[in-house]
């Protein structure tokens, strides 16, 4: 499995070649980058070649781009909606789509192998509406990311829509064979218990995002600073066939410095190997 580190741990800033740097010194073998244009803005030329040009001169793959999860540079809280291909009203369904494809077009200069998507907000119910709307974004969204070398990868979320069961059926009912899962370990242990949702998705599942909690909030801590059981849990990721990454997804409203990631990086690598 690679070991990988998602740039969101830096969402708050810039990235930039030297935080890219940072990710690597803690032993991160691939990099997911997350789409947030206050962040990685990818509508702007610049920084898309300046992070594809790092990528191409270092030994450092960029594995995955998770999908942007609002539209603006202000993570919406000047009340922008969110990025919801699943939502009710069919302009926010379009708007939704044509974001993610924006975010997509980055593939054109870096050479990704996955993006990840979200199906919905928290509050999404499952109905046949929503597995109407999913299906077609999944068909549009696949259609045009095919032809630039990206597979798809459905994130199991706090929300009906992506709860295991479902998540399978979305991906059955649309014979999406090459769409895949990125297992989210924290969602599943506020969720149904992580062995119960590896049970579930494990013939699905790609990727992982690792991050910890206290079964009470989805806080994106380092592994070790929660509850979850890294012994247990890494026993049931061992058993999933074909797991090609496990990716720290760490909250940037911890604070940690850019120079303290990497030692934090480096240990949870480490705990991760149990």
């Known amino acids: ?41 990818y509508t702007d030329r610049a920084q898309v070649r ?4 790092w990528f191409r001169s270092n030994p450092v793959h960029a594995f995955s781009l998770h999908a942007p999860v609002f539209p603006d540079l202000e993570m919406g809280r000047d009340g922008v909606p969110s990025v919801n291909v699943v939502h009710p009203d069919k302009s926010r369904r379009i708007d939704a789509m044509d974001e993610i494809k924006r975010a997509l077009e980055t593939a054109e200069q870096l050479p990704l192998d996955y993006m990840i998507l979200h199906l919905g907000d928290r509050e999404d119910a499952w109905n046949p509406r929503t597995l109407e709307h999913s299906l077609t974004a999944l068909e549009h969204l696949q259609a045009f990311a095919r032809p630039l070398g990206v597979g798809l990868l459905v994130e199991n979320l706090q929300n009906e829509v992506t709860a295991p069961a479902n998540n399978l059926e979305i991906l059955a009912t649309g014979h999406f064979d090459d769409i895949g ?31 910890d909690n206290l079964g009470d909030k989805d806080s994106h801590l380092w592994p070790g600073e ?26 940037y409203t911890l604070g940690d410095p850019p120079e303290a990631v990497s030692t934090r990086a480096a240990e949870a690598f480490r705990l991760l190997e149990l």
Do not use: Y
């Not at 070991?3 to 073998?29: C, E, K, M, N, Y």
């Not at 899962?181 to 494990?202: R, S």
């Open 181 to 211: 899962v990125c297992l989210d370990l924290g969602h599943a242990h506020l969720g149904e218990g992580i062995p119960a949702v590896i049970g579930t998705l494990k013939e699905r599942i790609r990727s992982a995002h690792i991050h």
């Open 50 to 53: 300046e992070i594809s040009e």
């Open 226 to 251: 929660g509850n979850i059981d890294w012994t247990e849990a890494m026993r049931e990721l061992r058993t999933i066939p074909r797991l090609e990454a496990t990716v720290l997804e760490i909250n």
């Open 1 to 41: 499995m690679l070991r990988v580190i998602s740039t969101h741990v830096f969402l708050r800033q810039r990235l930039h070649p030297g935080l890219l740097d940072q990710l690597t010194r803690g032993g991160a073998q691939a990099i997911e980058i997350f789409a947030a244009r206050q962040h990685f803005n």
